[in-house]
Antibody
Framework: QVQLEQSGVDLKKPGASMKISCKAS????????IHWVRQAPGQSPEWMGW????????KYAEIFQDRVTISRDTSASTVYLELRSLRSEDTAVYYC????????????????????WGQGTMVTVSS | ATQLAQSPSALSASVGDSVTITCRPS??????LAWYQQKPGQVPRLLIY???TLESGVPSRFSGSTSGTEFTLTVTSLQPEDFATYYC?????????FGQGTRLEIK
C-alpha cells in the first residue's frame, strides 16, 4: 500500500532554514507528483507546491516562491521541502501528499487532488 | 487566489442525522472541487473529488453536489466516526486553496 514516511519534529530559530523529507513506498515513485501542504495550529491547510517524481519539475505557490525549494532523490524515493528565512508564522505541521493522478499514456498527470498523505512533520519556529 | 467560503463554520448534530456543508468559491471553478475530512490529530482524508465523485473506500453516506456556483457536501445517517472537521479544496486555479473548514460536533 502507498506509504509516505516523513522526517521527525523540528525546532528552528527565526531566520534559519529547514529541510524535511518524505520517503515514498508502495508505488512507482517516478509515476506520481508529490505535493507539500502545511497546516498552522487551528488553521486550514495551505498548499505550498509540488514536484513531478519523474521529471523533477517543481511548481510553487507564489507566496513561497522566493524561499522554498522542493527536490527529490529518485534513488531513495524521497522528496524534500526546504524553506528558508523562517519566521514564527511558519510554525505548522508540514505534510507531503501524493497526487491522485499518476502515469497515463506515458505522461505523469497532475490532478492537484491529494489521495495519500504523510503523517506530518511538526516544525516550530521560535527564538 | 480563489477564496472558498465554507458555511457553517461549525454545526452540531446527532447520530443518525443528515447534514449539509456548503462551499462557495470567489470565482468560477467548474467542477474542480474536492472535500476532505480531518479528525483531531490525524491527516486529512480525501472523500470526494471533481465535486461529486466518491473516492474509493469512502462510505456512500457521503455525497457531493453542485448547484450553480455553490458546492455541497452531504452526510446522511451520521455515524460516530463522522464527527470531524471538513474542508473543501479547489484545484481549478493556482494556488490551490482550501476553505476555512466546518467543524461537525456531536449534539
Amino acid at each position: 500500500q502507498v506509504q509516505l514516511e516523513q522526517s521527525g519534529v523540528d525546532l528552528k530559530k527565526p531566520g534559519a532554514s529547514m529541510k524535511i523529507s518524505c520517503k515514498a513506498s508502495g508505488y512507482r515513485f517516478s509515476h506520481y507528483v508529490i505535493h507539500w501542504v502545511r497546516q498552522a495550529p487551528g488553521q486550514s491547510p495551505e498548499w505550498m507546491g509540488w514536484i513531478n517524481g519523474g521529471s523533477g519539475f517543481a511548481k510553487y505557490a507564489e507566496i513561497f516562491q522566493d524561499r522554498v525549494t522542493i527536490s527529490r532523490d529518485t534513488s531513495a524515493s524521497t522528496v524534500y521541502l526546504e524553506l528558508r528565512s523562517l519566521r514564527s508564522e511558519d510554525t505548522a505541521v508540514y505534510y507531503c501528499a501524493r497526487d491522485r493522478g499518476g502515469l497515463m499514456m506515458g505522461v505523469v498527470v497532475n490532478h492537484d487532488i491529494f489521495d495519500n498523505w504523510g503523517q506530518g512533520t511538526m516544525v516550530t519556529v521560535s527564538s | 487566489a480563489t477564496q472558498l467560503a465554507q458555511s457553517p463554520s461549525a454545526l452540531s448534530a446527532s447520530v443518525g442525522d443528515s447534514v449539509t456543508i456548503t462551499c462557495r468559491p470567489s470565482e468560477g471553478i467548474n467542477s474542480a472541487l474536492a472535500w476532505y475530512q480531518q479528525k483531531p490529530g490525524q491527516v486529512p482524508r480525501l472523500l470526494i473529488y471533481e465535486a461529486s465523485t466518491l473516492e474509493s473506500g469512502v462510505p456512500s453516506r457521503f455525497s457531493g453536489s453542485t448547484s450553480g456556483t455553490e458546492f455541497t457536501l452531504t452526510v446522511t445517517s451520521l455515524q460516530p466516526e463522522d464527527f470531524a472537521t471538513y474542508y473543501c479544496q479547489q484545484f481549478h486555479t493556482y494556488p490551490i486553496t482550501f476553505g476555512q473548514g466546518t467543524r461537525l460536533e456531536i449534539k
